[in-house]
């Protein structure tokens, strides 16, 4: 069974940083691209980041490039998201997500193979 299983979420003050891991399970990891998508309240999911199957190329949302890192380690079948000087603009359910394909993430917001159940990172002001 392929399991994604997002950590790190909480609530944090603007400017603060978070780190949310996602621990992937049941695929060969490093045959797909992992990226991270979020979700606010009332507002459709879109696309934060995404990084290549052995971690050579990332591509991020304008809205987060500067301030949040995606990564990966294959050996532990991880993908992380690093978001520092985070805004209240930030808060969403963030969702792990995993596709062999790296193709046009930015407009694939439900079409990835996998998805991770999410964790909520709330920022106050």
């Known amino acids: 069974q392929v399991q994604l299983v997002e950590s790190g979420g909480g609530l944090v003050q603007a400017g603060g940083s978070l780190n949310l891991s996602c621990l992937v399970s049941g695929l060969t990891f490093s045959n797909y691209g992992m990226g991270w998508f979020r979700q606010a309240p009332g507002k459709e999911r879109e696309f934060v980041a995404v990084i290549t199957w052995s971690g050579g190329s990332t591509e991020y949302t304008d809205s987060v490039k500067g301030r949040f890192t995606i990564s990966r380690d294959n050996a532990k079948k991880s993908v992380y998201l690093q978001m520092n000087s985070l805004k209240p603009e930030d808060t969403a359910v963030y969702y792990c997500?995993?596709?062999?394909?790296?193709?046009?993430?930015?407009?694939?917001?439900?079409?990835?193979?996998?998805w991770g159940k999410g964790t909520l990172v709330t920022v106050s002001s």
């Open positions: 997500a995993a596709d062999r394909s790296v193709a046009g993430w930015s407009r694939r917001v439900y079409g990835m193979e996998y």
